[in-house]
């Protein structure tokens, strides 16, 4: 069953959304893109005359009842985009009588699912290294199906729209799905389009394929570089991490940010590639800093030869040229990560250069996915997001799945 060809009339539908939202001090939403991405799935039901049973998370409140973290902060403005008003469940483990009260085209939002331990899944206050670890662990899971079970009981269907959370097999992303059967689960809108932009990325590649990745280190980045070696045609590997590569071939670096427990690594990635025929595109000069600050003064420098009490913070203007020549023409293309300190305004030139050759890209037909954090702050703080095809919601999952790995939320509902 799909969330499309699935008609939701006199249905109770629960469906697992990520509303993690920022709020500020005042529990005002600062930036509601999450909630937006959850409306196309919420809407359809609801037009299709269901009543609806919105779950989330918010923060880490480890297990503990958080008044920081209460969704009931955000009742008001989820019904603002629904159109309707919102009930709230103050409990979401004490929510039947709320949730089978509920007529057509009604709406209830429980309270944090993570205001419960058994939402994650993890024994609290014991320490792994404790003898009654693994017994206090039997049980928790035990109680964590018991959890499940009883979000279950509130509704006919069970939908999974949050794929910021399909890397984790909590209660209410994977384990719940195991009281539905087929024809009573199935992934959102948001999921469907995530889980069609990694296909893209992963199987259904049209070549020339070039993958972007930037950020601090090469360490947090291996599984998913090794896993696009099999698949990429052009590797552009740049930020922080082109200074463990600059060191590993001999070069300089001074202050920069370097893996010095990675050099090998990075001199296997460069044997890899060679030895699949990637054509990898790294670094070759650099804009060294005098300090980690925007008013540092700067000289452009090869990227092994930075002097003494400098430090690279962005790509050079050879190493744009380099990029955009790799970006030029490709079919496909995958950007996570900087090439510099994006934040600094002074250090946003190589990540702008790879930015605007996306965009020319993808204006000549290439499908672009960028995420993974970083990169999407960057592209939103270049006000080119509507240049790209997809941005994803995802951190942790997006990454996670092109690193190949089955995410559970997914598995759970598409076993
Ligand atoms: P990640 O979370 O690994 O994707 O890393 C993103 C972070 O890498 C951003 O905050 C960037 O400021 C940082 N970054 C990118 N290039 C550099 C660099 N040359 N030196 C230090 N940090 C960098």
Redo the contacts with the bound molecule.
């Keep these: 069953m799909t969330i499309d060809t699935c008609n939701f009339e006199g249905k109770k539908v629960i469906v697992r959304v990520d509303f993690n939202v920022p709020l500020d001090e005042n529990g005002k939403i600062t930036d509601d893109t999450r909630i937006r991405g959850a409306l196309p799935t919420l809407k359809k039901i609801l037009a299709d005359g269901g009543s609806l049973i919105i779950m989330s998370h918010m923060g880490k409140p480890k297990g503990k009842v958080n008044p920081k973290f209460s969704l009931g902060q955000i009742t008001e403005a989820v019904g603002e985009h629904l159109g309707v008003t919102v009930q709230f469940a103050p409990d979401c483990a004490k929510a039947a009588e709320a949730a089978a009260a509920l007529k057509p085209g009604e709406v209830l939002l429980l309270e944090n699912l993570r205001f419960y331990p058994e939402e994650e899944g993890k024994p609290v206050g014991i320490d792994k290294a404790d003898p009654a670890y693994e017994e206090a662990k039997n049980a928790m899971k035990a109680s964590q199906k018991e959890f499940a079970k009883t979000l279950a009981s509130y509704a006919d269907i069970y939908v999974n729209d949050a794929f910021g959370t399909a890397h984790r097999k909590h209660a209410s992303t994977a384990v719940i799905a195991d009281s539905f059967d087929a024809d009573h689960k199935m992934l959102g809108y948001l999921m469907e389009k995530e889980v069609q932009a990694v296909d893209n990325i992963l199987s259904n590649i049209k070549r020339p394929f070039t993958a972007i990745m930037?950020?601090?280190?090469v360490s947090?980045?291996i599984g998913i570089i090794e896993n696009l070696m099999d698949k990429v045609d052009n590797l552009i590997l740049c930020?922080?991490m082109?200074?463990t590569f600059a060191k590993a071939q001999g070069g300089h670096v001074g202050l920069?940010?370097c893996e010095d427990d990675k050099l090998d690594l990075a001199l296997d990635i460069i044997a890899k590639a060679k030895a699949k025929g990637v054509k990898l595109v790294l670094g070759v000069d650099c804009i060294a800093a005098d300090s980690f600050s925007n008013e540092a003064n700067t000289q452009v420098v090869p990227s092994g030869e930075i002097p003494e009490g400098w430090?690279?913070?962005?790509a050079g203007p050879e190493t744009r040229k380099l990029f955009a020549d790799a970006i030029e023409g490709a079919k496909t293309i995958l950007w996570?990560?900087?090439?510099?300190?994006?934040?600094f305004d002074n250090f946003t030139g190589g990540s702008r250069a790879i930015a605007d050759a996306i965009a020319k890209a993808t204006a000549e037909g290439a499908f672009s996915l960028i995420g993974?954090?970083?990169?999407v702050a960057c592209i939103n703080k270049f006000g080119m997001a509507d240049q790209v095809s997809y941005i994803s919601t995802g951190g942790g999952a997006l990454l996670e799945a092109i690193e190949g790995k089955i995410l559970p939320g997914i598995a759970a509902i598409k076993g």
């Design positions: 930037g950020g601090s280190k947090t980045k930020g922080g082109t200074y920069s940010i430090e690279g913070l962005d996570n990560g900087p090439a510099g300190v994006f934040e993974g954090g970083d990169s």
